[in-house]
C-alpha cells in the first residue's frame, strides 16, 4: 500500500517521488568554508528523499557564523558542490541549497574583527560558535539603508551560483533567528527606514530577496523557510500571528514550489513562544507547505492525512537513517541519532549510519 507519506507530488517544477524531505542539517564539516568529497557521500546515502535541502550555506563571508559552514559565494566552492549534486542525481535525488545568512549570530572572530551585521545594533543573548570555542555575542552593527540592495544581490548571485553548481532549486533560510527572521521581527528590527515599523516594512528585506531569487531560478524553483513560533537565537515578537499572517498573504502571490514551516519546537514553547498553529497558516498561505519539527512517520501520515501539509521534512531522522524512505515503507526500526557527533568532526556520525538489512 502507498502511504501518503510515499505518495508523489509536484512542488512547483521538481517532481518528487515521496513526500519525504531531508531536512536542512548544518553539519559543520567543511573547512575553510568549502564543501568536500565526504559530504558528497553523505548526502548521496539519503538521495532517496523525496527532496533533499543543504545544509544552510553562507551567501557571502558576511553570512557566515559558524566555523566550517559550506559557502557558495566563490568558484572553488561551486566546484565543490557541483561533485555533491552530480552524486545526488547520479543516485536518482533531486536537491536544493539552503541560501543562508547568519546576521547577528556571528562573531568579529568570522570577520577579520569587523561586528556582524543585523538591522538594529541589538545584541543577541547566548554565545557565538567560534573556531576557537565559544564566545559571548557582541552588539551587531545596524546595516545602514545603502547597504541593504547589496545583501539582495549577495542573495540573486548566490543563487546563480547555486544553479551553476546543478542545484535544482534554492530555499531561502528565513527561519531560526537569521538576517531575514532578524528584520520580521520587531524584538530585532526597530528600523525607522523603510526596513521597519509596519508589517509591510520589515517584510520587505525578504520580498525583495524572494524577487530576486526568483529572477534566478524561475519561482518553481524556489522554496522559503519560516519559524513563525520559533523562539531560537533569542527570538521575540511582539505579535508574531500579525507579521507571519501578513507575509503568508504576500508570499502567496510568488507561486512558489514551497513554503517551509518549522512547528514550534519543545524549546520555544519553554521559552514562552507565542505558538501559531499549522491551520492559522495553512489559512494564510495558498501553495504547497512542507512542516517540520519532532515529527515521525505517524505524526507525518497524520498532518498529512488532515490535510494541514503537503510534505513533511525530518531533521534528525535523517543524520541517523540515510535509507528513511525504505524504512518508513517497511516499517523498520530505526537508528538512534548521536548528538555529540552532529556538528564538526570526521565520518563518523555522518556517513557511517547503516542501511537496514531487511
Ligand atoms: C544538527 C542540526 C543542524 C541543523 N541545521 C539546520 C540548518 O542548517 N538550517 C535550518 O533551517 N535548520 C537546521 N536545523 C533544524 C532542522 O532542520 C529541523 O527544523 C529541526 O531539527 C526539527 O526537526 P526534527 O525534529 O525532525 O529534527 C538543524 C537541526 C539539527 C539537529
Known amino acids: 500500500m502507498t502511504t501518503l507519506l510515499h505518495s508523489s507530488i509536484k512542488l512547483g517544477t521538481l517532481h518528487l517521488p515521496n513526500?519525504?524531505?531531508?531536512?536542512?542539517?548544518?553539519?559543520?564539516?567543511?573547512?575553510?568554508?568549502?564543501?568536500?568529497?565526504?559530504?558528497?557521500?553523505?548526502y548521496s546515502q539519503r538521495a532517496s528523499a523525496g527532496l533533499i535541502i543543504s545544509e544552510a550555506t553562507p551567501i557571502s563571508p558576511q553570512g557566515v557564523g559558524y566555523p566550517a559552514t559550506p559557502g557558495i559565494w566563490n568558484?572553488?566552492?561551486?566546484?565543490?558542490?557541483?561533485?555533491?549534486?552530480?552524486?545526488?542525481?547520479?543516485?536518482?535525488g533531486r536537491m536544493v541549497l539552503q541560501l543562508w545568512h547568519v546576521g547577528r549570530i556571528s562573531h568579529p572572530d568570522f570577520h577579520d574583527g569587523d561586528l556582524p551585521v543585523a538591522p538594529s545594533a541589538i545584541m543577541p543573548n547566548g554565545q557565538a560558535i567560534?573556531?576557537?570555542?565559544?564566545?559571548?555575542?557582541?552588539?551587531?552593527?545596524?546595516?545602514?539603508?545603502?547597504?541593504?540592495?547589496?545583501?539582495?544581490?549577495?542573495?540573486r548571485q548566490a543563487a546563480k551560483n547555486a544553479l551553476a553548481a546543478?542545484?535544482?532549486?534554492?530555499?531561502?533560510?528565513?527561519?531560526?533567528?537569521?538576517?531575514?527572521?532578524?528584520?520580521?521581527?520587531?524584538?530585532?528590527?526597530?528600523?525607522?527606514?523603510?526596513?521597519?515599523?509596519?508589517l509591510e516594512n520589515r517584510a520587505r528585506l525578504l520580498l525583495e530577496v524572494t524577487t530576486a531569487v526568483i529572477e534566478v531560478c524561475g519561482a518553481g524553483r524556489v522554496g522559503i523557510r519560516l519559524s513563525p513560533?520559533?523562539?531560537?537565537?533569542?527570538?521575540?515578537?511582539?505579535?508574531?500571528?500579525?507579521?507571519f499572517v501578513y507575509l503568508l498573504t504576500e508570499l502567496s502571490h510568488f507561486n512558489l514550489a514551497y513554503l517551509h514551516i518549522v512547528d514550534a519546537l519543545e524549546g520555544d514553547i519553554r521559552h514562552g513562544a507565542k505558538v501559531?498553529?499549522?491551520?492559522?497558516?495553512?489559512?494564510?498561505?495558498?501553495?504547497?507547505?512542507?512542516?517540520?519539527?519532532?515529527?515521525?512517520?505517524?505524526?507525518?501520515?497524520?498532518?498529512?492525512?488532515?490535510?494541514?501539509?503537503?510534505?513533511?521534512?525530518?531533521?534528525?531522522?535523517?543524520?541517523?537513517?540515510?535509507?528513511?524512505?525504505?524504512?518508513?515503507?517497511?516499517?523498520?526500526?530505526?537508528?538512534?541519532?548521536?548528538?555529540?557527533?552532529?556538528?564538526?568532526?570526521?565520518?563518523?556520525?555522518?556517513i557511517d549510519y547503516p542501511n537496514f538489512a531487511g
Open 130 to 155: 567560534t573556531p576557537t570555542g565559544m564566545k559571548p555575542f557582541v552588539t551587531p552593527r545596524a546595516l545602514v539603508l545603502e547597504e541593504i540592495p547589496g545583501i539582495v544581490e549577495d542573495y
Open 276 to 350: 501559531i498553529t499549522l491551520d492559522v497558516l495553512r489559512k494564510a498561505y495558498k501553495g504547497n507547505l512542507i512542516v517540520c519539527g519532532g515529527y515521525n512517520q505517524v505524526r507525518g501520515e497524520a498532518v498529512l492525512a488532515e490535510g494541514m501539509a503537503d510534505a513533511v521534512a525530518f531533521g534528525q531522522l535523517y543524520i541517523a537513517n540515510p535509507d528513511l524512505v525504505e524504512r518508513f515503507q517497511h516499517h523498520a526500526p530505526l537508528n538512534v541519532p548521536d548528538a555529540t557527533t552532529f556538528y564538526g568532526g570526521d565520518e563518523r556520525g555522518y
Open 75 to 92: 568558484q572553488q566552492q561551486i566546484e565543490a558542490w557541483q561533485k555533491i549534486t552530480t552524486a545526488a542525481h547520479e543516485k536518482k
Open 19 to 42: 513526500r519525504i524531505i531531508m531536512a536542512p542539517l548544518t553539519r559543520m564539516r567543511a573547512p575553510e568554508s568549502v564543501p568536500t568529497d565526504l559530504m558528497a557521500t553523505y
Open 229 to 243: 513560533s520559533g523562539t531560537f537565537n533569542d527570538m521575540a515578537d511582539s505579535n508574531p500571528e500579525a507579521i
Open 166 to 198: 546543478g542545484f535544482d532549486g534554492v530555499e531561502i533560510h528565513s527561519a531560526n533567528g537569521y538576517l531575514l527572521d532578524q528584520f520580521l521581527r520587531d524584538g530585532t528590527n526597530q528600523r525607522t527606514d523603510n526596513y521597519g515599523g509596519s
